[in-house]
């Protein structure tokens, strides 16, 4: 039996499961959109994150290219301390292999809506920063 030629999910009412890290900081609320799909080398979400939030804590990859699509809210692209202001429309590509940590907070006073995608070689080793408690917005 072959498998389906697409895969079609709704996010309207879809349930979205909380993304927190080991220290127990809740991030966001997600769905894994490449699982149901079946896929194995990319990987894509919804994310939804909270205002004052973020995405991840500060962190680089050996071989992922990761990159976020901005569907509504507002927020920032840090990448080693230079904030750049992201918005609807808004794409945002990180290389594999660089020694920029990045990461993406809700600045914003609404929900920060994106979509997430990767893809890795092979390997990959994500790396944080010596201070991956920062960056956080104080609300």
Do not use: C
Not at 30 to 38: H, I, M, R, T, V
Not at 47 to 64: D, F, K, M, V, Y
Not at 132 to 137: F, I, M, N, Q, R
């Amino acid at each position: 039996m072959s498998a389906k030629a697409y895969h079609l999910t709704s996010l309207a009412g879809a349930p979205l499961r909380p993304v927190v890290t080991k220290s127990g900081e809740q991030l966001s609320l997600q769905l894994d959109l490449s699982a149901a799909a079946g896929f194995n080398h990319l990987r894509v979400s919804f994310e939804r994150i909270a205002p004052g939030a973020r995405q991840a804590p500060p962190h680089r990859h050996s071989t992922r290219e990761e990159g976020f699509l901005v569907l509504q809210g507002r927020g920032l692209a840090i990448v080693e301390g230079e904030r750049v202001a992201v918005a609807p429309g808004d794409v945002v590509l990180f290389p594999p292999g660089t020694e920029a940590h990045h990461a993406l907070v809700n600045d914003g006073p609404d929900d920060l809506d994106l979509f997430v995608f990767s893809a890795d070689a092979g390997g990959d080793e994500t790396t944080y920063a010596a201070s991956s408690t920062g960056p956080k917005l104080a609300r």
